[in-house]
C-alpha cells in the first residue's frame, strides 16, 4: 500500500510560481509511474502531467505544457510539479497518483493510477 502526501500548495498572483512535492511512503518508489492531476470546483480531474520510474519520460497537456515541469528524486521517494507563469484557470485542487511500473510507460487518464494523493489547493489569483 502506498501513501502519497502533496504539500507546496497556496495562494498566488497571476504569472507567479509554485512548486509541489509529493512525498510517498510504503513501497518501492522507483517502481511507480507517478502523475499529477487537478480537480476545480465543478469540473472534472484533470491530467495535469506524468513521469516514468526514472523520469526519463515526461509528458503534459498543451494547457500547461512549457509552463509546468514534472521531475522525481527516487532517492527521497518523491515527486515534484514546477509551475510557473501561473493563470487563474490553474486554480485547483492538485493531487498526486501512483501506479506500478516500469519501462518508458506514462500514464495520463485517472483511471490508470490507483493510488492517490489527498490534495493541495492552488489558487492564483488575477
Known amino acids: 500500500q502506498v501513501q502519497l502526501v502533496e504539500s507546496g500548495g497556496g495562494l498566488v498572483q497571476a504569472g507567479g510560481s509554485l512548486r509541489l512535492s509529493c512525498a510517498a511512503s510504503?513501497?518501492?518508489?522507483?517502481?511507480?509511474?507517478m502523475g499529477w492531476f487537478r480537480q476545480a470546483p465543478g469540473k472534472e480531474r484533470e491530467f495535469v502531467a506524468a513521469?516514468?520510474?526514472?523520469?526519463?519520460?515526461?509528458d503534459y497537456p498543451d494547457s500547461v505544457k512549457g509552463r509546468f515541469t514534472i521531475s522525481r528524486n527516487n532517492a527521497k521517494n518523491t515527486v515534484f510539479l514546477q509551475m510557473s507563469r501561473l493563470k487563474p484557470e490553474d486554480t485547483a485542487v492538485y493531487l498526486c497518483?501512483?501506479?506500478?511500473?516500469?519501462?518508458?510507460?506514462?500514464?495520463?487518464?485517472?483511471?490508470?493510477?490507483?493510488?492517490w494523493g489527498q490534495g493541495t489547493q492552488v489558487t492564483v489569483s488575477s
Open positions: 497518483a501512483a501506479r506500478l511500473s516500469i519501462g518508458n510507460f506514462i500514464y495520463t487518464q485517472d483511471y490508470e493510477y490507483r493510488y
Open positions: 510504503g513501497g518501492t518508489f522507483n517502481q511507480y509511474a
Open positions: 513521469i516514468n520510474w526514472n523520469g526519463g519520460v515526461t
